[in-house]
């Protein structure tokens, strides 16, 4: 981002993400600075999340984060569609407590849920 003029920057964000190796606080950040379109992926760990967050919560985190412009998800069937269409239709973003609470219920799958970070 420090060498070109870039508009947006994807970046993988779920809320694992201030767990270990956080973009929230740096990758975020830096496009904040830099008036960046933030674009999300990895919003549903891969499909790792069920049973730890829902659809609706998953991405009400990452669309509830400063600068987030979009979130890129992939669906492997029409009834994930639905599911996610669902998840943007009732979104209301989500204030300081529950965003919280959605990364307490996380701590302890970091590793899993973050496996695209590699230390």
């Known amino acids: 981002m420090r060498r070109f003029a870039f508009d947006t920057v994807l970046v993988a964000l779920n809320a694992t993400d201030v767990h270990r190796l956080p973009f929230i606080s740096t990758v975020l950040a830096e496009a904040a600075r830099r008036n960046l379109g933030v674009i999300a992926m990895k919003t549903l760990a891969g499909g790792r999340m069920p049973g730890t967050l829902s659809v609706g919560d998953a991405l009400g985190y990452v669309w509830s984060l400063p600068g987030v412009s979009l979130a890129i ?37 970091a590793s899993s849920l973050g496996y695209f970070k590699r230390d």
């Open 73 to 109: 998800v992939g669906c492997s069937s029409p009834e994930e569609v639905d599911e996610n269409a669902r998840a943007a239709r009732e979104f209301a973003t989500l204030t300081d407590v529950p965003m919280r609470d959605l990364e307490d219920r996380t701590r302890g799958q």
